[in-house]
């Protein structure tokens, strides 16, 4: 069974910045592709960002590609989502989430095992 706990949300001000965590447990983190999606509220869930197994590769959502930066730790076991030059738009419910399948994958129905989230919200 896997089950994935994210940290590090909180209430920042526009353009400062926050690092999310999800740390994972269960077997062969280092195998799966990881991706962090949000939900803003009244709003459908939507993908920000993924990241291979190895690492080496990723891919961001248009809105957060430049500003936001996902990695993985996979000694910890542990995915990333370092965010940047945070807008009121980024407010939101964020989750990690595992992909049941190769990478490349933006679409939440890929992905079997979900975090509770954590909320981020900034004010303008």
């Known amino acids: 069974q896997v089950q994935l706990v994210e940290s590090g949300g909180g209430l920042v001000q526009a353009g400062t910045s926050l690092r999310l965590s999800c740390t994972a447990s269960?077997?062969?983190?280092?195998?799966?592709?990881m991706g962090w999606f949000r939900q803003a509220p009244g709003k459908e869930r939507e993908f920000a960002a993924a990241?291979?197994?190895?690492?080496?590769?990723?891919i961001y959502a248009p809105s957060v590609k430049g500003r936001f930066t996902i990695s993985r730790d996979n000694a910890k076991n542990t995915v990333y989502l370092q965010m940047n030059g945070l807008k009121p738009e980024d407010t939101a419910i964020y989750y990690c989430?595992?992909?049941?399948?190769?990478?490349?994958?933006?679409?939440?129905?890929?992905?079997?095992?979900w975090g509770q989230g954590t909320q981020v919200t900034v004010s303008s």
């Open positions: 989430a595992r992909d049941q399948g190769p990478f490349g994958s933006t679409y939440g129905r890929t992905y079997d095992y």
């Open positions: 269960g077997p062969a983190f280092s195998l799966a592709t």
């Open positions: 990241i291979s197994g190895s690492g080496r590769n990723t």
